[in-house]
């Protein structure tokens, strides 16, 4: 019987915090105001660049490893950043399998 309650408690628990996540809980007044402020962040235009389209269990450092055959020049961070300057904002974790990127192109900045 406590197994029960408890699986029966854990569920509402679940079915709370989706709800919450999905819905929400507060409600929007009519009079509240809401105002949206979209932040494009400028895209490099001087930035060297390759297009890729992205493949199963591939990463935005795995591309750009690739593409270089060779470790990364420059620090992650910087990858990151120059990545979501390439495509509009979008965050690295959200790159879907199918769908074409551009990628920063470090060659010129390679080591010999």
Do not use: C
Not at 33 to 60: H, L
Not at 72 to 100: A, C, R
Request: glycine share 8%; no cysteine; proline share 5%.
């Amino acid at each position: 019987m406590k197994k029960l309650i408890g699986i029966l408690i854990a569920l509402l628990v679940i079915y709370i915090i989706y709800f919450d996540l999905t819905e929400g809980t507060m409600p929007i007044s009519e009079n509240a105001s809401v105002e949206v402020i979209a932040k494009k962040p400028a895209i490099a235009r001087s930035a060297n660049y390759f297009t890729v389209k992205v493949g199963p269990g591939e990463t935005v450092l795995s591309v750009v490893e690739h593409q270089l055959n060779h470790n990364l020049p420059v620090s992650i961070e910087k990858v990151i950043t120059d990545f979501k300057s390439l495509n509009g904002g979008l965050s690295p974790e959200k790159i879907q399998i199918g769908k074409s990127y551009r990628f920063p192109d470090y060659t010129g900045k390679l080591t010999q």
